[in-house]
């Protein structure tokens, strides 16, 4: 059965940004309080690390723990023994607390490369990763999925993600190729998958072999029309909204679901409305998030 979470990034726990964050106390409380049924982790420290901790939190507000995000340069040789270490020690405390059907979620830092940061949503082949940075990038990523599936016994997907080396339809499609289908799946992100220039329902469909996680997230296609004819960055794109609420944007979510239910998906639907510190209403956005997926259904 599909359960339905939310994460803290859509409270505006952003890492590499500027900006006053909500706790972790009010943030597991809202995502609770908005009616659903778990968590992704968030960033290393932003909630608590001890194992008993964590469950006692999470348990009080009747919430799960099934993913978290881990942020690792892959186009840098020298950052995968680093970046294997990071993502077994994140593993671990998943497994501790919400069991081996949780997920490392890998990706890189977005906006931290100025060429991918300052074209999101508007990416050439001329802006992408040389074939031999390629060759490092996939190399790493396969390390670090092995390494957390043979010390912790947890699986790995990889997060195609605007403002990063891996964002468009083409990029996905190709890391995918690159890597091993026995460790490494795709966590596929709608809103992502819109924005990077893609079809979410064709991609879902084209890569529903590989796909183990799932994100919903929408895409604003008047901000994204902004971002193209001034050449906006990808932080400013955030800022100003271009993943809105669920059904407010173009992501066809009914098609999306009528997707996964083919693939006879029964993992995680986590929302997610990636704002920055100190945006809007995250706790009423969710809600009106969770109150569209219930009028699916869901």
């Not at 979510?253 to 510190?277: C, H, R, S, T």
Request: proline share 4%; aromatic share 8%; net charge negative.
């Amino acid at each position: 059965m599909i359960q339905i979470a939310n994460a803290p990034c859509s409270w505006g726990v952003i890492e590499n940004i500027e900006g006053e964050r909500a706790g972790y106390v009010k943030v597991v409380n809202e995502i609770a309080e908005a009616g659903y049924a778990g968590t992704e982790l968030g960033d290393w420290g932003f909630m608590p690390t001890d194992p008993k901790k964590l469950s006692q939190e999470l348990a009080a507000r009747k919430l799960k723990l099934m993913a978290s995000w881990v942020s690792i340069h892959y186009a840098d040789r020298v950052a995968h023994e680093a970046g294997e270490k990071q993502a077994v020690m994140i593993a671990r405390l998943l497994a501790d607390v919400g069991g081996l059907n949780c997920f490392i979620v890998l990706g890189d830092d977005h906006s931290v490369m100025p060429t991918r940061g300052n074209n999101a949503g508007r990416i050439k082949p001329e802006h992408g990763l040389s074939e031999e940075d390629w060759k490092i990038y996939a190399e790493g990523v396969d390390r670090i999925a092995r390494a957390v599936k043979e010390k912790t016994g947890l699986r790995c997907v990889y997060h195609h993600h605007c403002g990063t080396w891996i964002e468009t339809p083409e990029e996905t499609e190709k890391l995918l190729a690159l890597t091993d289908p026995a460790y490494v799946g795709l966590c596929f992100d709608t809103g992502h998958y819109r924005f990077g220039g893609g079809d979410p329902v064709e991609g879902l469909k084209k890569h529903a072999a590989r796909v183990w996680h799932v994100h919903f997230k929408d895409h604003d296609p008047k901000i994204h029309a902004k971002v193209m004819a001034e050449n906006w960055n990808y932080v400013k794109a955030i800022g100003s909204g271009i993943y809105c609420e669920l059904g407010k944007g173009d992501v066809d979510f009914p098609a999306v679901l009528k997707v996964l239910n083919e693939m006879k998906y029964d993992g995680w639907i986590v929302v997610e409305q990636d704002v920055l510190p100190g945006m809007g209403a995250p706790k009423e956005s969710a809600k009106r998030s969770r109150e569209y997926l219930r009028g699916l259904r869901y």
